[in-house]
Nanobody, 115 residues
């Protein structure tokens, strides 16, 4: 079984920063791509950022230049550094990790950006 634990969400003013973390644990023999998604009320879940096993990253246009995804393979952890936050970034953020050739989701962490 693979378990993911997210942390780092919270309330921040517009222009502020937050760092999300997502750590995988359990009986893991392989870890591939890792990503962050978000879902705002009334909206579908959308991809925010993705990092491949060889650390190539891609971003949604709405966060390019403001968010940075990174990974620590030794800790089986993916991070999302979020800067210059905007009210429209408010959402529940979920990590997804491909481990043991299957996709696993975190429980979600709320990010709220006040104007």
């Amino acid at each position: 079984q693979v378990q993911l634990v997210e942390s780092g969400g919270g309330l921040v003013q517009a222009g502020g920063s937050l760092r999300l973390s997502c750590a995988a644990s359990g009986s893991i023999f392989s870890v591939n791509g890792m990503g962050w998604y978000r879902q705002a009320p009334g909206n579908q879940r959308e991809l925010v950022a993705y990092i491949s096993s060889d650390s190539r990253s891609t971003y949604a246009d709405s966060v390019k230049g403001r968010f940075t995804i990174s990974r620590d393979n030794g800790k089986r952890t993916v991070y999302l550094e979020m800067n210059s936050l905007k009210p429209e970034d408010t959402a529940v953020y979920y990590c997804k990790i491909n481990a043991n050739f299957g996709d696993h989701w975190g429980q979600g962490t709320q990010v709220t950006v006040s104007s």
